[in-house]
């Protein structure tokens, strides 16, 4: 069973910064894509950042240039490097592995989520 463990987050004012880190009960090149979601109260989860084990990344158009996805192989952990916070960054952010079983089947892992808050 692979586990994901989020730690990092908490409460900060706007315009200050945060780092999340999901470590991994395996290692994170079996996985073909690692990446960071949130949910907002009301609303639905959403990707924030992704990155590819070839490390590759994308990110949510509300967080370019601000965020920044990371990944340290010999740690098995990704980061979300969160900069330039906005109240509207509020939400419990969750760590998402990806497995590619075959063509058709891709495989979702979860960690349990972290809380950030942004306000002053």
């Known amino acids: 069973q692979v586990q994901l463990v989020e730690s990092g987050g908490g409460l900060v004012q706007p315009g200050g910064s945060l780092r999340l880190s999901c470590a991994a009960s395996?290692?994170?090149?079996?996985?073909?894509?690692m990446g960071w979601y949130r949910q907002a109260p009301g609303k639905e989860r959403e990707l924030v950042a992704g990155i590819t084990s070839g490390d590759s990344t994308n990110y949510a158009d509300s967080v370019k240039g601000r965020f920044t996805i990371s990944r340290d192989n010999a740690k098995n952990t990704v980061y979300l490097q969160m900069n330039s916070l906005k109240p509207e960054d509020t939400a419990v952010y969750y760590c998402?592995?990806?497995?590619?079983?075959?063509?058709?089947?891709?495989?979702?892992?979860w960690g349990q989520g972290t809380q950030v808050t942004v306000s002053s």
């Open positions: 998402n592995a990806k497995s590619r079983v075959n063509v058709e089947i891709w495989v979702d892992y």
């Open positions: 395996r290692s994170i090149f079996s996985f073909n894509t």
